[in-house]
């Protein structure tokens, strides 16, 4: 790995900018009155944040002004993972703290959300507005008994009423979950029959992709297989009218009702989320009001350097937890942009348009787009009004070095570029965006402050400069307080603390420099390990995919029974393109001069497509054991697959190997 004295960096933030940011104020602010270290910069701060994790967070929530409506008796009770407790004896609502901008009466009028759609129109919806329509379907949520601790489901798209009916249900005490339209039937179920919702919003279809797609069949079977269900909230996305039995949203939205906040504890469940559950159910990941809270005041008033200034656009759905990251913008003041539509129509542009449009200043994407942009051959930076982009982020998958230099010269030479990673699973980042720190190709920034981040070997012993498990050996409050349907938290201790006791792993391989600076290389369970040399598969896509013939890949790597280790690399061809001996000797040249030869695959097999999760990662896993003989049916969930008819290739192929 290169040392810090090695690299100049892609991007310096100026003195000004350092000066102005958030994170420096609070340091300050810090160090004055909870002895946080006034010097050495970020480093000394994320120190202190995990050496002294208690007065941190208390720090973070006096800094924010979270509103405890009874107060807390200590910041942290039990340490210990998993089962950590944080602000006990204290109550709090979110949504509360979601709608504060609006009770400034200089902002009533200001946009809270920016909506746009495919159309490219924008449709904005002001701090007072917003604060109406939560009041009063929150009064109507209580109308139909939704109590404390009831489940609330959206089947909705990124559009403001799903802000709304969240905003809502945290409102009186209810737990939100939510799944994006263009899921199908069982997928949905498959997710939602676990948490057994009494209230469903839904649409009656969405537009994308230039197309309108009718979802009242799915609705339909969603409502009769959740027989929890007591209510049912028509959406009219495309103008039908509400089934019959259904609630019409317009007249649960139309009273002038002030929001009444259920003060509620500070562990109490705010949301489910889902994993990608690519094999049995989705896992059903449940996080507290107070503790998605203060971890998002921190991540996006702090690191994402956010405020009342700012418009905040990340490309998601409903279905991926960047959707509640992004509504968590709110609770920084700043106006969220909503985008309901295909990330490339009519063009691949499409993105890019969005941001000059919107003005956005912190614009959120995923790596596959960045490097389909690139591809493509765009110019953002000079077909579009990008004078307002203040940091491009990327997630999802590791953005290659190719897409930091893209971003750069394509964008804006004084572009702050902060590749993120986190998880579902904390629905926030172990590591990416720090406002005052350099970037360098290829890596994330640093550790996020009160991450206590490593990179460990099998033996638990620290590394750097090597790759190792990604692991975090102090509690975060956004980890889960429970799955749901784990009453003895079997399948929740399972998924992080198996490997090291008491110390989350969460399942990605990673490399922390000499700097402090974080590389991931991608899923430690899906790991390419020759004779000895660990390579996460990220660093081979990033080669592979440089190539024009390549529209995209998959490598596995697969222990033999007999001791040997087959390689193959799956590839997806750009239209025109075969796969001849030409090809597969300029992919292995690529790999042996980019990589290592120790990594260049055994076989490259052209296949008809790469399978994803529905949250567009690839499937490694779920290919490696189908690959070893695992029936279909054992080695995925199929509601949890974006092509389940590309698994018949694989499931072809090993058949044909055994």
């Given at each position: 790995?290169?040392s810090?004295?090695?690299?100049a960096?892609l991007?310096?933030p100026?003195?000004?900018?350092?000066?102005?940011?958030?994170?420096?104020?609070?340091?300050?602010?810090?160090?004055?009155h909870?002895?946080?270290?006034?010097?050495?910069g970020y480093?000394?701060?994320?120190?202190?944040?995990?050496d002294e994790?208690d007065?941190?967070w208390k720090?973070?929530?006096?800094w924010f002004?979270?509103?405890?409506?009874?107060p807390?008796?200590?910041?942290?009770g039990?340490r210990?993972m998993?089962?950590?407790?944080?602000f006990?004896g204290?109550?709090l609502n979110?949504?509360?703290?979601?709608?504060?901008?609006?009770?400034?009466?200089?902002r009533?009028?200001?946009?809270?959300?920016?909506h746009?759609d495919?159309?490219h129109?924008q449709?904005?919806?002001?701090?007072?507005?917003?604060?109406?329509?939560?009041g009063?379907l929150?009064?109507e949520?209580?109308a139909?008994?939704?109590t404390?601790g009831?489940r609330?489901?959206g089947?909705?798209?990124?559009?403001?009423?799903a802000?709304?009916?969240?905003l809502?249900?945290?409102?009186?005490?209810g737990?939100?979950t939510?799944?994006?339209?263009?899921?199908?039937a069982?997928?949905v179920?498959?997710r939602?029959q676990?948490v057994?919702?009494?209230?469903?919003?839904?649409?009656?279809g969405?537009?994308?992709?230039?197309?309108?797609h009718?979802?009242a069949?799915?609705v339909?079977e969603?409502?009769?297989?959740?027989p929890?269900?007591r209510a049912v909230?028509h959406?009219?996305?495309?103008g039908?009218e509400?089934?019959?039995?259904?609630?019409?949203?317009?007249?649960?939205?139309?009273?002038d009702?002030?929001?009444?906040?259920?003060?509620?504890p500070f562990?109490h469940?705010?949301w489910?989320l889902?994993s990608?559950?690519?094999?049995?159910?989705?896992?059903?990941?449940?996080?507290s009001q107070?503790?998605i809270?203060?971890?998002?005041?921190?991540?996006?008033g702090?690191?994402?350097?956010?405020g009342?200034?700012?418009?905040?656009?990340?490309?998601?759905?409903?279905?991926?937890?960047?959707?509640?990251?992004?509504v968590?913008?709110l609770?920084?003041?700043a106006?969220?942009?909503?985008?309901?539509?295909?990330?490339?129509y009519?063009?691949?542009s499409?993105?890019w348009?969005?941001?000059?449009?919107t003005?956005?200043?912190?614009?959120?994407?995923?790596?596959?787009?960045?490097?389909?942009?690139?591809?493509?051959g765009?110019h953002?930076g000079?077909?579009?009004?990008?004078s307002r982009v203040?940091c491009?982020?990327?997630?999802?998958?590791?953005?290659?070095p190719?897409?930091?230099?893209w971003?750069?010269?394509?964008?804006?030479?004084?572009?702050?570029i902060?590749?993120?990673s986190?998880?579902?699973d904390?629905c926030?980042?172990f590591?990416g965006?720090?406002?005052?720190?350099p970037v360098?190709i290829?890596?994330?920034?640093?550790a996020?402050?009160?991450?206590?981040?490593?990179?460990?070997?099998?033996?638990?012993?620290?590394?750097?400069?090597?790759?190792g498990?990604?692991?975090?050996?102090?509690?975060?409050?956004?980890?889960?307080?429970?799955?749901w349907?784990?009453?003895?938290g079997s399948?929740?201790?399972?998924?992080?603390?198996?490997?090291?006791?008491?110390?989350?792993?969460?399942?990605?391989?990673?490399?922390?420099?000499d700097?402090?600076?974080?590389?991931i290389h991608?899923?430690?369970?899906?790991?390419?390990?020759?004779?000895?040399?660990?390579m996460g598969s990220a660093?081979?896509?990033?080669?592979?995919?440089r190539?024009?013939?390549?529209?995209?890949?998959?490598?596995?790597g697969?222990?033999?029974?007999d001791?040997?280790?087959w390689?193959?690399?799956?590839?997806?061809?750009?239209?025109?393109?075969t796969?001849d001996?030409a090809?597969r000797?300029?992919?292995?040249?690529?790999?042996?001069?980019?990589?290592?030869?120790?990594?260049?695959?055994?076989?490259v097999?052209?296949v008809?497509?790469i399978p994803?999760?529905?949250t567009?990662k690839?499937?490694?896993?779920?290919v490696?054991?189908?690959?070893?003989?695992?029936a279909?049916?054992?080695?995925?969930?199929?509601?949890?697959?974006d092509?389940?008819?590309?698994?018949?290739?694989?499931e072809k192929?090993a058949?044909?190997r055994?």
């Amino acid at each position: 790995m290169t040392s810090a004295a090695d690299e100049a960096p892609l991007w310096q933030p100026g003195p000004d900018r350092v000066a102005a940011a958030a994170v420096t104020r609070f340091q300050s602010w810090a160090a004055e009155h909870h002895g946080a270290p006034a010097e050495g910069g970020y480093a000394s701060l994320h120190r202190w944040s995990v050496d002294e994790l208690d007065t941190f967070w208390k720090a973070v929530a006096e800094w924010f002004d979270v509103r405890f409506s009874t107060p807390y008796e200590e910041v942290i009770g039990d340490r210990s993972m998993p089962g950590a407790t944080w602000f006990t004896g204290a109550t709090l609502n979110y949504a509360e703290h979601a709608l504060r901008a609006s009770e400034d009466p200089l902002r009533a009028d200001a946009p809270a959300l920016l909506h746009v759609d495919e159309s490219h129109t924008q449709v904005p919806t002001s701090w007072s507005e917003l604060r109406r329509q939560v009041g009063s379907l929150a009064a109507e949520l209580r109308a139909l008994g939704v109590t404390p601790g009831d489940r609330v489901s959206g089947y909705l798209p990124n559009i403001p009423q799903a802000v709304v009916a969240f905003l809502a249900t945290a409102a009186v005490g209810g737990i939100w979950t939510s799944c994006a339209p263009d899921f199908g039937a069982r997928s949905v179920l498959d997710r939602f029959q676990q948490v057994e919702p009494v209230v469903l919003f839904t649409v009656d279809g969405y537009r994308y992709g230039g197309k309108e797609h009718h979802r009242a069949d799915t609705v339909a079977e969603l409502r009769r297989e959740l027989p929890t269900l007591r209510a049912v909230v028509h959406i009219p996305l495309l103008g039908t009218e509400a089934p019959e039995g259904a609630l019409d949203w317009a007249a649960l939205t139309a009273a002038d009702t002030e929001p009444v906040f259920e003060q509620v504890p500070f562990d109490h469940p705010l949301w489910v989320l889902y994993s990608s559950g690519t094999t049995g159910l989705p896992k059903a990941i449940v996080q507290s009001q107070g503790g998605i809270l203060v971890e998002h005041l921190k991540q996006l008033g702090l690191h994402c350097d956010l405020g009342p200034e700012d418009r905040f656009f990340w490309y998601t759905s409903t279905g991926w937890m960047m959707w509640n990251f992004l509504v968590s913008g709110l609770l920084t003041g700043a106006t969220v942009v909503l985008y309901d539509g295909s990330p490339g129509y009519p063009d691949v542009s499409a993105q890019w348009r969005v941001a000059e449009q919107t003005g956005a200043t912190l614009y959120g994407t995923s790596a596959a787009y960045v490097m389909a942009c690139r591809k493509a051959g765009i110019h953002p930076g000079r077909d579009f009004d990008l004078s307002r982009v203040q940091c491009v982020a990327t997630t999802g998958s590791p953005l290659p070095p190719d897409g930091f230099r893209w971003l750069h010269d394509e964008v804006a030479d004084d572009l702050w570029i902060a590749s993120v990673s986190g998880g579902t699973d904390v629905c926030s980042c172990f590591a990416g965006a720090v406002p005052t720190l350099p970037v360098h190709i290829g890596e994330l920034q640093a550790a996020s402050l009160g991450t206590d981040l490593h990179s460990w070997d099998p033996a638990g012993e620290p590394l750097t400069g090597e790759v190792g498990e990604l692991v975090v050996t102090e509690p975060m409050p956004s980890m889960p307080v429970r799955f749901w349907n784990d009453p003895d938290g079997s399948r929740y201790h399972d998924s992080y603390f198996d490997v090291y006791p008491g110390v989350w792993r969460h399942g990605d391989w990673i490399t922390i420099t000499d700097r402090g600076s974080v590389v991931i290389h991608g899923r430690s369970d899906s790991t390419l390990n020759r004779q000895g040399v660990r390579m996460g598969s990220a660093d081979i896509y990033e080669a592979v995919e440089r190539l024009p013939e390549i529209r995209e890949s998959l490598v596995i790597g697969l222990e033999e029974p007999d001791g040997g280790y087959w390689m193959p690399l799956f590839v997806h061809l750009a239209e025109g393109a075969t796969l001849d001996d030409a090809l597969r000797d300029s992919i292995k040249r690529t790999i042996r001069e980019n990589l290592s030869p120790r990594h260049v695959p055994d076989e490259v097999i052209e296949v008809p497509g790469i399978p994803h999760t529905l949250t567009g990662k690839r499937i490694e896993v779920p290919v490696k054991r189908l690959l070893q003989g695992t029936a279909l049916e054992k080695a995925v969930n199929p509601g949890s697959i974006d092509n389940l008819e590309l698994l018949h290739f694989y499931e072809k192929l090993a058949r044909e190997r055994h």
